[in-house]
């Protein structure tokens, strides 16, 4: 799959704030940044409105909802997505192959009807917050990485575009997955940035070299005292 050209549309910036207000105010303070990340608290507490904004103001937008649910629940959520103008849109591969199918034929249908770009569907594996430990208290066998493999390659048979998952397992991943499809890193930190609560985690030069197509990044830029000047000494730290 192609990749945009300018590494500053391949850096995602995670907008993980309460409010429609904060949200705006750092799309403003971020005129390089062309992706934005609306997780599941900003979308339950502003909804489908913002997303909206969003799109007015010439950013793109990645839903990052994780949908998990029937196949006809999650294709009609697709549906959804796809009318508001969402660029990305991720679903839970634990969801299985019929969710998954169903997701990705509703992407289709709905952009070729409503002549709209297709939404790129990501397949979420492990959660970066969860190790080996956490797996197996939830009773999966083998460790993180044997988890994610399982599910990529599930995800890209069932016809999702990419997935997203740990930089640590990107080289596993794309020899389980093959070169087309996306592969999309949250869990990203830049070597001067604390690691918080994510477990599994690596540099943004690190995760380029590993071969991510997608960088998500949020609290080294949304809480910067300058987004956008810690914008731009990432995309340096890439170079």
């Not at 992706?35 to 909804?47: H, S």
């Not at 997608?214 to 809480?223: E, H, S, T």
């Amino acid at each position: 799959m192609t990749l945009p050209p300018s590494p500053s549309e391949r850096l995602i910036v995670a907008l993980d704030v309460k409010n429609r207000q904060d949200a705006l105010g750092l799309i403003e303070r971020l005129p390089g940044a062309s992706i934005f990340k609306v997780g599941l608290e900003l979308f339950t507490a502003e909804g489908p409105g913002l997303l909206r904004e969003i799109g007015a103001s010439g950013k793109k937008v990645f839903l990052d909802l994780k949908l998990h649910d029937i196949p006809n629940t999650v294709a009609q959520a697709v549906r959804a997505g796809a009318g508001l103008g969402v660029r990305m849109m991720t679903l839970h591969a634990s969801g299985g192959r019929e969710m998954m199918a169903r997701a990705a034929e509703a992407a289709a249908q709905v952009s070729a009807k409503e002549r709209i770009p297709r939404p790129l569907l990501l397949g979420v594996t492990v959660l970066t917050s969860l190790g080996d430990d956490d797996l197996g208290e939830l009773g999966l066998s083998g460790n993180a990485q044997a988890h994610v493999l399982r599910l990529a390659r599930l995800a890209c048979q069932a016809g999702l575009d990419g997935i997203v998952s740990s930089a640590r397992e990107i080289k596993a991943v794309r020899r389980e997955t093959g070169k087309d499809a996306l592969i999309v890193t949250p869990g990203i930190r830049p070597a001067w940035a604390a690691s918080d609560d994510q477990k599994r985690i690596m540099t943004p030069a690190e995760a380029i070299r590993a071969g991510a197509d997608f960088l998500v990044i949020g609290r080294p830029v949304i809480r910067a005292a300058d987004p956008q000047e810690a914008f731009d000494k990432i995309l340096e730290e890439i170079a």
